[in-house]
């Protein structure tokens, strides 16, 4: 399938999306947002897929929602677009997503990373909620993930006043999972993906639904949630296929169901 701002490619068991708009330091449009979503969910269905990782490009991750499309926006046009539908979409795959970023990640790209289930970051990541420089507040869930993911105090400097946190202070703060040299940032994360993807799928599915739970649910709610998937889970051959590989000391051979 060939794309118009997005490439794609498989590495083994990993399905890839770069983003490719580097003149506009890959400004999320619609025309972009939409193939992104296409080919996730073509991989997410793929059964050769395990994992998903999206990144962009040295100098930026995305830099943002296209202000020059957004620019003549009305309310009116804002609700009937389905914009925001896309980070939803991503926000909903079942299988996990890893993002690799350098670079900036801003706006709706931090938006997006912060949707992603794990964030490999080059020692040149920037991330940033720069909206209110524009007159407008983070509108894809940066209110809210940015929050949950490095606390009160230090979102609302970000989202307030258009702080932006370093790679370092991004893995201080739990936002990223590790923080790489900017040479081998793709390979680091590709590997992170490379090994996800190997692991027993629908165990993987529940593991990110279960995790995810957190932020949905009151912890009583999340623990039967939890409980009723770990249960599930015994229906599976996987988990057969599991148990018995440990206990004759073999490399189990996972089939997806
Ligand atoms: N949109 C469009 N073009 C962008 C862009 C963006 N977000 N960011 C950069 N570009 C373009 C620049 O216009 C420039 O294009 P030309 O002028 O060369 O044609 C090119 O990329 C290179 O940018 P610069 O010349 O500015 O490069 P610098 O290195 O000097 O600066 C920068 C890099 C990242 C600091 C700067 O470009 C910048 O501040 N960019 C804007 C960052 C920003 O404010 N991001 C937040 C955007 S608002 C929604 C949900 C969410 C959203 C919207 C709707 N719904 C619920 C419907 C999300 C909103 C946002 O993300």
């Not at 947002?33 to 998903?52: H, K, P, Q, R, Y």
């Not at 995305?62 to 980070?87: H, Q, R």
């Not at 690799?100 to 992603?116: D, T, W």
């Not at 229906?235 to 004759?248: H, L, P, V, Y």
Request: proline share 3%.
């Amino acid at each position: 399938m060939s794309y118009e701002f997005i490439l794609t490619r498989t590495e083994g068991r990993v399905g890839i999306v770069q983003l490719n708009r580097p003149k506009a330091l890959n400004a999320l449009n619609k025309g972009l947002m939409s193939e992104l979503v296409e080919a996730l969910t073509a991989f997410d269905a793929d059964n050769e897929i395990g994992c998903m990782l999206i990144t962009g490009n040295e100098r930026a991750f995305a830099a943002g929602a296209d202000i020059k499309e957004m620019a003549t926006a009305t309310p009116v046009t804002m609700l009937a677009s389905s914009f925001l539908n896309y980070w939803a979409q991503i926000g909903q795959l079942g299988k996990p997503l890893i993002a690799a970023i350098s670079g900036f990640a801003l706006g709706g790209g931090c938006e997006l990373a912060m949707a992603c289930d794990m964030i490999v970051a080059s020692e040149s990541a920037k991330f940033g909620q720069p909206e209110i420089n524009l007159g407008i507040i983070p509108g894809a869930g940066g209110t809210q993930r940015m929050t949950l993911a490095v606390g009160k105090a230090l979102a609302m400097e970000m989202i307030l006043n258009g702080r932006y946190l370093s790679a370092e202070e991004a893995a201080q703060f739990g936002l990223v999972n590790r923080v790489v040299p900017v040479e081998t940032y793709f390979e680091d994360a590709l590997s992170l993906a490379a090994e996800v993807a190997e692991r027993a799928p629908v165990a993987l599915r529940m593991a990110k639904e279960a995790i995810n739970a957190v932020f949905e649910m009151p912890l009583q709610a999340g623990l039967n949630h939890e409980r009723r998937l770990f249960n599930i889970l015994f229906s599976t051959e996987d988990q057969k296929e599991g148990m018995d590989a440990f206990i004759n000391k073999r490399k189990a051979s996972w089939k997806g169901h």
